[in-house]
């Protein structure tokens, strides 16, 4: 840049510019006219004087008589008309120089304009972290700084889905989808490479090709790229007599590089946020817990210590004494259930693989029914035809143990099993019904939380029963809901693989 | 020492309704039975105990919404709370709801015995204060008349 501007310079006082230091085009021009009419005097004069020389022969007068004269005045003529020459060659250059110049200022300033609109989206961007603003700050630029009509953000969503998040303009309607590879948008994330098109595009070029509602003129698509991940597509399109260039394709272009960092950076801060907002969730449920937990390991203890120290203050009955025994003695397990169902929840998560063996449904069902009838509780059961599944045995016991008793405990009895085969057969369903007030819609989605318990539970509990019910159930291939039933109370259903080897009978029969 | 006042146990643990019946009743107490808030407000407003002892965690009505009744009502029973629930919030809570004494479960038969001696010896002026002295200390704050 500094050695045309030296050389601009040089030419300007060569051809003898007032302002050499900043010539300007019209001043050349304004040059060139003054050469050229001197030049035209004087070529006129000197004409006019060789004529005169001709036609004047033995006429000739004064100084026109001496040959050297004649000589000169024709080297005069040659040597000026040199001169012109040569300035008007220094001129040439010289406006060459200053287009040349001309058109670099005009780019240069279009580069400005480009960086200036970056620069303010780049602040824009960085001063929001949520995703919807972010998006809509960036459709927003990129329609201003190329005066597009319209345009919208596509993002992948799964491996190969398009969805429209971001519309301005007559453009694909909000939430639209489109797969990888199809329509313009779908072609561009495939093939990562941003696409101008100039007229209506072409039905053999882009499969399943989406019009727009309003015919488009020109457009362009450019894939948002981060840390090479194809994140989505950025469209704009003008409907109007705007035609983009390839100018406009490779501002667009440098333009989606830095929109893609934003949108990446908004989406991981998302993802941070609720992560961190998991993450105090749990740390509030773990407080609630210890709260839970010391008041269920205090109710048992109150009975247990009471009753000693009464038992060593006091001359009690017989009677009352072994009353005062026997509570002693069951208090004391069910403070070792209580411990035990703490551990238990550690070793469900981390503990020994689980056996995998074909259990006789009916025969399971009938066993837990058996055990909670030597408890006083009423359990019916109904399996429909000779169900398998495969599992470990222990392992369903205790999750239709669990449910039984958080059957018990929150609802009333009698509470039911029931066990059907799904329609295809893949999977058998075990549910237990029971008559209680069931699960309040708000609770459903954490019924099944480690640590969490209904929002107005008052029976004893430590939140974690049902967790344990899921985490084994989900470790022998199956999963858990809980639905309210039409006439009160709640029903959980098990689903769990079922086995396609029948037991042999004895089995059965056992 | 025998005394001769009524006092209505409210629990929803058997066991601890058992066992504070055979202590109060040893020390010549008569002894009401209440297992939920429902009937525990009922016994108050028909049989007016001398003073109650009260759970928290307990099905239908808790020992919360019986302490919150009594308020509306304007009742002046006298309430000692026993509960597992031991955490500061719940003993303010409770002070704040217009329970007298709170005791925390476990506890010593022997000691509790001596709580309710005291708060029926008590008047009700004086429990007051005790009650307002004791929240001012938990809450560090004197935000009640």
Not at chain 1, 349 to 356: D, E, I, N, W
Not at chain 2, 23 to 34: R, S, V, Y
Request: hydrophobic share 45%; glycine share 8%.
């Amino acid at each position: 840049m500094a050695a045309d501007r030296q050389e601009l310079a040089r030419e300007a006082r060569v051809v003898g510019l007032r302002d050499f230091s900043t010539p300007s085009l019209e001043a050349v021009e304004r040059r060139r006219w003054q050469l050229w009419t001197v030049a035209f005097v004087v070529m006129v004069a000197l004409a006019g004087g060789l004529v005169l020389m001709a036609s004047s022969g033995a006429r000739s007068v004064g100084l026109f008589k001496h040959l050297p004269v004649r000589v000169g005045l024709v080297f005069l003529t040659m040597g000026f008309a040199l001169y012109v020459l040569e300035k008007e060659v220094h001129l040439r250059r010289l406006t060459r120089l200053l287009l040349d110049e001309r058109v670099l200022t005009a780019a240069l300033s279009n580069r400005l304009k480009e960086l200036a609109a970056l620069a303010t989206v780049g602040k824009a961007v960085n001063s929001v972290l949520n995703l919807t603003q972010v998006l809509n700050i960036i459709l927003s630029s990129a329609l201003e700084l190329l005066s597009a009509d319209g345009g919208s953000i596509m993002l992948l969503e799964g491996p190969d889905e398009l969805r429209a998040v971001c519309v301005r303009g007559h453009s694909h309607a909000e939430g639209a989808r489109l797969k990888m590879g199809e329509s313009i948008a779908g072609h561009v994330a495939q093939e990562r490479e941003p696409l101008l098109i100039s007229g209506p595009a072409s039905r053999e070029r882009f499969k399943n090709l989406v019009l727009q509602d309003a015919p488009v003129d020109s457009a362009l698509s450019v894939p948002l790229i981060n840390r090479g991940e194809v994140l989505g597509v950025l469209n704009v399109h003008a409907t109007s007599d705007r035609q983009f260039t390839e100018y406009d394709l490779r501002a667009l272009g440098l333009f989606a590089e830095h929109a893609a960092v934003s949108i990446a950076n908004a989406r991981l801060y998302e993802t941070e946020r609720a992560h961190v907002n998991e993450l105090l969730e749990l740390d509030r449920m773990k407080s609630e817990f210890v709260a839970t937990v010391s008041h269920e390991l205090r109710t048992p203890l109150t009975s247990i210590l009471g009753c000693v120290q009464t038992m060593q203050r006091r001359e009690l009955e017989p009677e009352i004494n072994a009353d005062f025994l026997e509570t002693i003695d069951r208090q004391s397990h069910r403070l070792l259930r209580l411990i035990e169902e703490v551990l238990d929840v550690q070793r469900s998560a981390t503990g020994p693989l689980l056996q995998s063996k074909t259990i006789d449904v009916a025969q399971a069902v009938a066993q837990v029914a058996t055990t909670q009838a030597s408890l006083g509780r009423e359990v019916s059961v109904r399996v429909d035809g000779s169900l398998t599944i495969d599992g470990d045995p222990e392992a369903l016991e205790r999750v239709l143990i669990n449910l039984v008793d958080n059957a018990f405990v929150h609802g009333q009895g009698p509470v039911a099993i029931e066990a059907t085969a799904d329609d295809d057969g893949r999977m058998v369903r075990l549910s237990v019904l029971d008559h209680g007030p069931g699960v309040p819609v708000s609770d459903v989605a954490r019924v099944f939380e480690r640590f969490s318990r209904g929002a107005k539970v008052t029976a004893p509990g430590m939140g974690l029963g049902l967790y344990l019910v899921k985490t084994l159930v989900e470790r022998q291939g199956g999963h858990i809901t809980v639905t309210q039933r039409p006439g009160g109370g709640a029903a959980f259903h098990v689903g769990l693989p079922a086995s396609p080897v029948r037991p042999k009978p004895q089995q059965v029969h056992q | 020492m025998k005394h001769t006042a009524r006092v209505l146990i409210v629990d929803d643990e058997p066991d601890v309704l058992l066992l504070l019946r055979i202590e109060l009743e040893a020390e010549g107490f008569e002894t009401l039975l209440a297992a939920d808030g429902e009937t525990a407000l009922r016994r108050i407003v028909e049989e007016r105990p001398d003073v109650v002892l009260l759970d928290v965690m307990m099905p239908v009505v808790d020992g919360w919404g019986v302490l919150q009744r009594l308020a509306d009502q304007g009742s002046t029973t006298k309430v000692i709370v026993l509960s597992a629930k031991a955490s500061t919030s719940d003993i303010a809570h409770a002070l704040e709801l217009g329970a007298h004494e709170y005791v925390t479960k476990p506890f010593e038969p022997a000691a509790l015995l001596v709580t309710v001696a005291h708060v029926l010896q008590s008047s009700p002026a004086d429990l007051e204060a005790g009650r307002h002295r004791r929240l001012e200390q938990l809450t560090g704050a004197k935000t009640f008349s």
